[in-house]
Every structure is written in structure tokens, then in C-alpha cells.
T-cell receptor, first 113, second 112 residues
Framework: SQTIHQWPATLVQPVGSPLSLECTVE??????LYWYRQAAGRGLQLLFY??????ISSEVPQNLSASRPQDRQFILSSKKLLLSDSGFYLC????????????FGSGTRLTVV | AQTVTQSQPEMSVQEAETVTLSCTYD???????LFWYKQPPSRQMILVIR????KQQNATENRFSVNFQKAAKSFSLKISDSQLGDAAMYFC?????????WGAGTKLIIKP
């Protein structure tokens, strides 16, 4: 069966520090991969999605970047965090076509102080 | 552009009762998919139920069922025999043409 792992679960980082969140998927190949952010009490905002290795699409211009060095690995990064980067970050995968919806990771709660 | 609207920011229901969460959407597409996701306090997003627009039959998963009205562009979620573990944020989502559009969510409170 397919599983998705996301870490760390919680992170507190100072303003200006770098960020690296990692997400890996097991049990499938060629998944579509996604990074979402959710502010407290709000809906989901799509940040990046990837349909293949090295292929990244950005939905919202911002202080973050994403990379997909391997088929089942998706990384969210920042060189210098801002206070506004605080939030709950969710990684997700889907089959091609998305008709079966997403499977989400357990999320990372990021607090920038 | 497609939009998804959840008009109920918060709903409450007595344990063991039935509750219906509303979702409407706007689209010009004829073939699409609709989803309900649940986000409990742990904040992990969990797929509750999925509906294919070309299927007239309403999807059902145990205590969860939908009322899909394609002409009215309505996709409500009914939860029967509500349990304390159903307390969560519920998000409605629409998929077509490689886009997944999310509603703002409805917070469901279960009263013991």
C-alpha cells in the first residue's frame, strides 16, 4: 500500500534562518506531488506541485522554493524565513489525473520567531 | 473560473444525530470530481468521500453520504449517527482539468 511520510512534525525557526521540509512517498511510482500551506483556521493554499523529477510549478510567488530530486521525494525550502512563513505545511501525493483525490502527509507546524 | 463555496463556517450536532454540511460550486465543465475531506484536531487531511459527476448515484461510505445535485451544482455531506470522533473541519473540493479547488471549510462540533 502507498504511504506518505512528512517531517519534521513541528519546527520553530528564527527569522532569517533556512528551511528544509521533506516528504517521501512509498508504494507508488510517478506520483504527482504537492505542497500546501494552511494558516490557522483557514483553508488550503497550493504552493507548489510537481508531475515529475525536476518539474516544479509554483502557484504563489513567495519566499519559498521546492525541489524534486527523486521520483518520490519532494522538498520545500527557504533560504531566509520570514515571520509570514509561519503556518501548517502539508505534503500530498496523487495518481496522475487526480480523479482519486489526494493522500496527505501528517503535516509540519512551522513557527517562525 | 471554478469556485467552491461552503456557506456554513461552523455547525454543531448532538451525538448520534444527523447533520448535513453544504457545498456549492460553480463550473462550466460537465465532467469533474468532487471530494469531502476531514481535518481533525491532529490536522491530518483525510479523504471522506468521492463523487464522480457523470454518476447519478450518490456516493456512500458507511455513515457518510452525499446529496449530489448536478443541475443545482450542490454537493452536501450527510453524517448519520454522529460520533465524537467526527468533530473536525470538513472541506469540500472540486477537481477538473488538473485543478483542485477547495472550499473554506466548515467546523463541525459534536455535542455529547
Amino acid at each position: 500500500s502507498q504511504t506518505i511520510h512528512q517531517w519534521p512534525a513541528t519546527l520553530v525557526q528564527p527569522v532569517g534562518s533556512p528551511l528544509s521540509l521533506e516528504c517521501t512517498v512509498e508504494g507508488t511510482s510517478n506520483p504527482n506531488l504537492y505542497w500546501y500551506r494552511q494558516a490557522a483556521g483557514r483553508g488550503l493554499q497550493l504552493l507548489f506541485y510537481s508531475v515529475g523529477i525536476g518539474q516544479i510549478s509554483s502557484e504563489v510567488p513567495q519566499n519559498l522554493s521546492a525541489s524534486r530530486p527523486q521520483d518520490r521525494q519532494f522538498i520545500l525550502s527557504s533560504k531566509k524565513l520570514l515571520l509570514s512563513d509561519s503556518g501548517f505545511y502539508l505534503c500530498a501525493w496523487s495518481r496522475r489525473g487526480l480523479t482519486y483525490g489526494y493522500t496527505f502527509g501528517s503535516g509540519t507546524r512551522l513557527t517562525v520567531v | 473560473a471554478q469556485t467552491v463555496t461552503q456557506s456554513q463556517p461552523e455547525m454543531s450536532v448532538q451525538e448520534a444525530e444527523t447533520v448535513t454540511l453544504s457545498c456549492t460550486y460553480d463550473t462550466s465543465e460537465s465532467d469533474y470530481y468532487l471530494f469531502w475531506y476531514k481535518q481533525p484536531p491532529s490536522r491530518q487531511m483525510i479523504l471522506v468521500i468521492r463523487q464522480e459527476a457523470y454518476k447519478q448515484q450518490n456516493a456512500t461510505e458507511n455513515r457518510f453520504s452525499v446529496n449530489f445535485q448536478k443541475a443545482a451544482k450542490s454537493f452536501s455531506l450527510k453524517i448519520s449517527d454522529s460520533q465524537l470522533g467526527d468533530a473536525a473541519m470538513y472541506f469540500c473540493a472540486y477537481y477538473s482539468n488538473y485543478q483542485l479547488i477547495w472550499g473554506a471549510g466548515t467546523k463541525l462540533i459534536i455535542k455529547p
